[in-house]
């Protein structure tokens, strides 16, 4: 079983729509959860840490549940350039030591 | 952010040769880099972590005599992959942490694409 595990998608949303996903993750010990965005090509970048008591920036909202094991990220109001691949990030235990899930890819159509 | 910059962005190589990429921090001492792999559709694998002025330690898989990893200043770490072969091809990514820098911060280089034919 993979330590992080993400739907791939790809989920095709309506511009102005509401999309959601989930991620688990296996090692009930990890300590840090995160969701970077990476487009194609391209290097991730931090999108959001992810606290268990949820979490809001603007348009996005994560979601942890420790006793499930897994992350959630929803994007309100979705705009084109939300379309990229959102991978899952769980820190190791290890400083900076990140474990990647292998994405989500959502596009966001007109 | 700090800003770790990577060279070369890509490259195309023949079989059999080496090549080596840099991970440089512009503005922060990154005592600890990371080195992932990214094969097309698949997550970032971490290949090795690279402590300033010691060995590095390579993950479960990774070969070390054919992936080698220096990391002799606080600045700057590279990736040779010797003797390159097609099933090399890759997207090769550095991460880098500094003193005072929290372990929630992962910076990144702009990543390697490399070619092997």
């Known amino acids: 079983r993979k330590e992080v595990e993400q739907d791939p998608g790809p989920f095709n949303v309506p511009e102005g729509a509401t999309v959601a996903f989930n991620c688990t993750y296996s090692n009930s010990a990890s300590q840090s959860f995160f969701w970077y965005r990476q487009d194609c090509r391209k290097e991730p970048k931090l999108l959001m840490s992810?606290?268990?008591s949820g979490n809001e920036d603007g348009r996005f909202t994560a979601q942890l549940n420790r006793a499930s094991q897994y992350i959630s990220l929803l994007i309100r109001d979705s705009k084109l350039s939300d379309s990229a691949t959102y991978l899952c990030?769980?820190?190791?235990?290890?400083?900076?030591?990140?474990?990647f899930g292998a994405g989500t890819q959502v596009v966001v159509t007109p | 952010g700090a800003v770790v910059s990577q060279h070369p962005s890509w490259v195309i190589c023949k079989s059999g040769t080496s090549v080596k990429i840099e991970c440089r921090s512009l503005d922060f001492q990154a005592t600890t880099m990371f080195w992932y792999r990214q094969f097309p559709k698949q997550s970032l694998m971490l290949m090795a972590t690279s402590n300033e002025g010691s060995k590095a330690t390579y993950e479960q898989g990774v070969e070390k005599d054919k992936f080698l990893i220096n990391h002799a200043s606080l600045t700057l770490s590279t990736l040779t992959v010797t003797s390159a072969h097609p099933e090399d091809s890759s997207f090769y990514i550095c991460s880098a942490g500094g003193q005072g820098r929290k372990d929630t911060e992962a910076f990144f280089g702009q990543g390697t694409r490399l070619t092997v034919v």
């Open positions: 990030v769980v820190n190791r235990g290890s400083w900076g030591k990140l474990q």
């Open positions: 992810v606290y268990s």
